[in-house]
Antibody, heavy 119, light 108 residues
């Protein structure tokens, strides 16, 4: 079964850091474009970052310089390191995979992990 | 940066009716990279349509997508009670993704 399971969220003070993980099963994280997408409470979806199958990474302007996306093919895990957290980073963070055969639309999503930035 | 605008914030319809949701891009885009998602409360989004008009695996044929250039449409024929949710369009731009702000489809 194709599945993504996120973890690592929690309550973090402003200025702090966290590392989110996304464990994949049923496929390899290097076989799809893997993204992090977040959703602030009551708001819409916001793309955060992507790592391409070749390893190239891209970030949304809102997180550039504060986030690092990476993957570990040995453990089949996607990671998102977020530094200098701000209140506006409070959101549910989803990982999602996008295969080439779907023109890079996201066909598999995790259940999300909640990040709350507050003092 | 391309902006996707879903002009309807909320659409109120009854089960059995037809829903037409729109998504307009701020400039002409490749329809290959236009997708639609459904999201229910407390759940992750689900891919419905990719390439503007192709249904993802397991998606009922009452869902269809169309459009090209700047204007795209998601149509749901014969609304089922389980179809009431929020719908997002999305564009893949090579180095980023953009989502529309979403249209909430609610029961009238």
């Amino acid at each position: 079964e194709v599945q993504l399971v996120e973890s690592g969220g929690g309550l973090i003070q402003p200025g702090g850091s966290l590392r989110l993980s996304c464990a994949a099963s049923g496929f390899s994280v290097s076989s799809k474009y893997m993204s992090w997408v977040r959703q602030a409470p009551g708001k819409g979806l916001e793309w955060v970052s992507v790592i391409h199958t070749g390893g190239t990474t891209y970030y949304a302007d809102s997180v550039t310089g504060r986030c690092t996306i990476s993957r570990d093919t040995s453990t089949n895990t996607l990671w998102l390191q977020v530094n200098s957290l701000r209140a506006e980073d409070t959101a549910v963070y989803y990982c999602a995979g996008a295969p080439r055969y779907y023109y890079y639309a996201m066909d598999v999503w995790g259940q999300g992990t909640t990040v709350t930035v507050s003092s | 940066e391309i902006v996707l605008t879903q002009s309807l914030g909320t659409l109120s319809l009854s089960p059995g009716e037809r829903a037409t949701l729109s998504c307009r891009a701020s400039q002409s885009v490749s329809s290959n990279y236009l997708a639609w998602y459904q999201q229910k409360p407390g759940q992750a989004p689900r891919l419905l349509i990719y390439g503007a008009s192709s249904r993802a695996t397991g998606i009922p044929d009452r869902f269809s997508g169309s459009g090209s250039g700047k204007d795209f449409t998601l149509t749901i024929t014969r609304l089922d009670p389980e179809d009431f949710a929020v719908y997002y369009c999305q564009l893949y731009g090579g180095s980023s993704y953009t989502f529309g702000q979403g249209t909430k489809l609610e029961i009238k």
